[in-house]
């Protein structure tokens, strides 16, 4: 079958190609060199936020306090969970998200490629306005990265550190919110012809319930900012009870964006999954329809168990925040089923960037299961706050973040670079990253459920030691793989092997340009029959698989 | 070759049998812990099955179905059957451990009547003052003075939990049971302590400074001794430690 090719859209701007030098990079509204940005941004804030965590595990190795004092640790495990969780989680996805949405779905460009660079400016700016906090006297917030009110007030916390920390990560809420509008309106009105919603390639199926999600949950973050700020320095007492405020109104709105966030982190990982199983089992995904709508119903959930965060504080309806927390795992389920479906007969390759996905999907599997006792609130009340809580969300974001956001890097970097990352290099990545991350949070389920309370920077009881000392020696083990994969990327990029456009035969739009791909994407567009457009174009001349015979909308080849 | 192959298999689960042990809470040391203690090795028991059936799934694919040739295997786009059973099995368990944990729940949370011994907890920053009331008697911690809450072992006790300034927790590792102190806010609930012994408690909400600092002990004696030592306790108006 002869696929037509389609006529370009037209072009926003003329566009000069082969630039790529530092002013082009802080001048440019390309959504590809944006999304680098935030890659690159995100990724040296995490970097800066690894070694705050090395610096927690070494204080934390023995008992005593041998590396730094109560209030150094304070601040630093503060600013280890600030960074990760505010500049580098919810920001590498966005980063990924602008580089590759207008590839997946036939677009030239964002729908507002300056907003999109002012995003991106104030995502930046906002950072270094939380990171400048380490450099003014008093040093950076030590509240924990919740900021519990009254403690993050300034009855009992001065100092400039904490209203930088507050500026800043308002101003990188504005900045997610900007972002939000712009990839969900890219996503609504920018598809390409005969890209229908039902066509949209499962990262962008994840990026736009993750960007919706923003929209929904960081206004609220930004109000509780304000109305800290206000109470910081402009003397209101929203969080006073001795003036009729409230504390436990801090914990609801925090809360009401903090559990949003989660899966704001976690949906656009589902999706790279979504995208990296089935092109190395070289099957569609299995369940499509059911895949995106359990993104609606994690999404819908998502919002109504933020107390479960609450269940220690004795103030909240348990049951429905219980329930709500509990169901969540069904579209859960059904994410991890549907992988496990589309492995199933498949052909698979174990590439380094597939290693990543099924350590994903097992690490992550740990990370659900233990989050369905956390729903639970009269176990919650044995286990909250310990560190048994540390090492179920490490599970979900070191865990899930993390080996998607891998998967994610080993599987585009081709794309984005024209070469291929060292898959020896890749193997030993992921070896050391496996073992080590297990290592270190594996163990502290176990001193968790024995009673060690989180956020303590020393501990006076002997027999928590052993698995601290093991934790210790797993996140070191960490960081080497992590200096595994920055050699790996730097010698890659310079000598990597050639990658071609398509190196792993994969499916969506993306891999059909050229690698990295032109300023405005595509010099040719294949016509869309399926939510396989790259496959049908490879098999455009099979008669077994031409055209709409793998089309999903006509449900044909069902089982 | 049969012994050789069946060595690790022993092993494997040996190791396995130790790992679940290891995955439990301590004993509760309070009948309202217990519920919770049960609670949890029902969700243990669970959740073991739901990770073996899951991660075997993905390694037996991995194995079974890796890539052996060129050509592309059958081009399966799902299965509605399937796709609704894994979905209402799920479901069908995490309504049975709703059902579960609000039976837990009732137990754990259960204040029935007047309790036999009241104490007001304030936490403050950085340690608890333990008030007896009705009786006069206080024990009062501070820094480098890690306070003692004393109680009488069979008997409900009440703790009156309250904050003199941030948010902090009364948690007592040993009885699976923690609640947050909030400034203006008064939380009220039941420990029956069924064993006589010195726990560990500790505060686990961050509340600044010397948060790691902020430890406490509750002494569970037999109720003569609780009695004395409440004499004695008020007749000082102070903190004491239990008479021996």
């Known amino acids: 079958m002869a696929t037509t090719e389609l006529p370009l859209p037209a072009l926003p701007e003329a566009h000069h190609e082969e630039r790529g030098g530092i002013v082009d990079y802080l001048t440019t509204v390309d959504h590809k060199k944006i999304g680098i940005l935030y890659i690159v941004t995100s990724f040296a804030i995490f970097l800066a936020g690894g070694v705050l965590a090395l610096l927690v595990r070494w204080e934390l190795a023995t008992p005593g306090l041998q590396v730094m004092g109560e209030n150094t640790y304070n601040q630093v495990f503060t600013m280890h969970g600030t960074l990760m969780i505010f500049l580098f989680a919810a920001q590498v996805s966005t980063g990924l998200a602008n580089y590759l949405v207008p590839l997946q779905i036939g677009a030239a460009d964002v729908a507002f490629p300056r907003a999109n660079a002012m995003s991106y400016w104030l995502y930046l700016f906002g950072s270094l306005i939380v990171l400048s906090s380490f450099f003014v006297s008093g040093g950076p917030a030590a509240v924990a990265w919740t900021a519990y009110a009254p403690l993050s007030t300034n009855q009992f916390f001065q100092g400039t550190g904490m209203d930088l920390w507050i500026i800043g990560l308002a101003v990188v809420g504005v900045a997610g919110i900007l972002g939000a509008v712009n990839l969900v309106t890219t996503i609504f009105r920018m598809r390409m012809p005969g890209m229908t919603m039902f066509r949209l390639p499962l990262f962008t199926w994840g990026v736009l319930v993750n960007q919706l999600l923003i929209l929904f949950a960081f206004p609220p973050l930004t109000v509780v900012f304000a109305l800290l700020f206000l109470e910081r320095n402009f003397g209101a007492h929203f969080f006073d009870p001795t003036t009729g405020g409230s504390p436990i109104l801090y914990q609801h709105i925090f809360w009401f964006f903090g559990h949003p966030e989660v899966y704001i982190i976690i949906l656009p990982i589902f999706g790279i999954i979504s995208e990296v199983v089935p092109v190395f089992s070289r099957k569609p995904l299995f369940g499509y329809r059911a895949m995106v709508f359990a993104f609606f119903g994690i999404a819908a959930l998502s919002f109504g168990v933020w107390a479960h965060h609450m269940f220690a504080t004795g103030l909240v309806y348990l049951p429905y925040f219980s329930i709500m927390s509990l169901l969540i795992a069904v579209p859960t389920g059904i994410k991890v089923f549907n992988w496990i479906g589309t492995m199933w007969r498949g052909s698979i390759t174990l590439s380094t960037a597939m290693l990543m996905a099924l350590g994903f999907i097992l690490v992550f599997l740990i990370g659900g299961i233990t989050g369905i006792f956390l729903a639970s609130p009269p176990i919650d009340f044995a286990v909250n706050d310990t560190y048994y809580v540390v090492a179920h969300f490490h599970y979900i974001m070191v865990g899930g973040l993390l080996y998607g956001m891998f998967a994610g890097f080993y599987f585009w970097f081709p794309k984005f670079t024209g070469r291929r990352l060292s898959e020896t290099l890749g193997r030993w990545h992921f070896i050391t990253f496996f073992l080590g991350f297990n290592i270190t949070f594996f163990f502290q389920f176990l001193v968790g459920l024995d009673g060690m309370p989180r956020r303590i920077a020393d501990y006076q009881i002997e027999r928590w030691t052993s698995a601290n000392v093991i934790s210790t020696v797993g996140a070191f083990l960490t960081g080497v793989s992590v200096l595994i994969f920055l050699w790996n990327f730097f010698r890659s990029i310079r000598r990597g092997e050639p990658a071609g456009d398509d190196p792993w035969e994969g499916n969506s739009l993306e891999w059909v340009t050229s690698s990295p791909p032109p300023s405005h994407n595509f010099h040719h567009l294949p016509e869309i029959h399926s939510e396989r457009p790259a496959f049908d174009y490879r098999h455009r001349d099979d008669p077994a698989f031409a055209g709409a015979h793998t089309d999903p909308e006509r449900n044909l080849d069902r089982g | ?244």
């Open chain 2, 1 to 244: 070759m049969q012994p050789s192959r069946r060595a690790p298999a022993r092993w494997l689960a040996v190791t396995a049998v130790a790992l679940a042990a290891a995955g439990c809470t301590p004993q509760s040391v309070t009948e309202q812990g217990q519920a919770i203690y049960n609670l949890y090795n029902l969700f243990m028991y669970i959740a073991a099955v739901v990770f073996a059936v899951v991660s075997g799934l993905v390694i037996w694919s991995v194995v079974r179905y890796r890539r052996r040739g060129d050509e592309l295997p059958t081009q399966t786009h799902g299965n509605n059957r399937l796709e609704l059973t894994w979905t209402v099995i799920p479901t069908v368990i995490v309504l049975f451990l709703f059902v579960a944990t609000l039976r837990a729940q009732d137990k754990v949370l259960d204040t029935p009547g007047d309790a036999q011994v009241n104490v007001t907890v304030t936490a403050f920053q950085w340690s608890y003052r333990f008030t007896y009331e009705g009786t006069g008697a206080e024990v009062l911690g501070g820094p480098d003075n890690i306070p003692t809450m004393v109680v009488p072992v069979g008997q409900r006790v009440r703790v009156k939990l309250v904050s003199a300034d941030v948010v902090h927790t009364f948690y007592v590792p040993q009885t699976l049971f923690k609640r947050q102190a909030i400034p203006g806010t008064v939380n009220e609930f039941d420990l029956t302590f069924d064993k006589e012994g010195i726990y560990h408690g500790q505060c686990t909400q961050f509340c600044g400074l010397q948060h790691a600092q902020m430890v406490y002990r509750v002494e569970v004696v037999s109720q003569g001794r609780y009695q004395s030592w409440l004499a004695e306790t008020t007749r000082r108006g102070s903190a004491g430690q239990p008479g021996t």
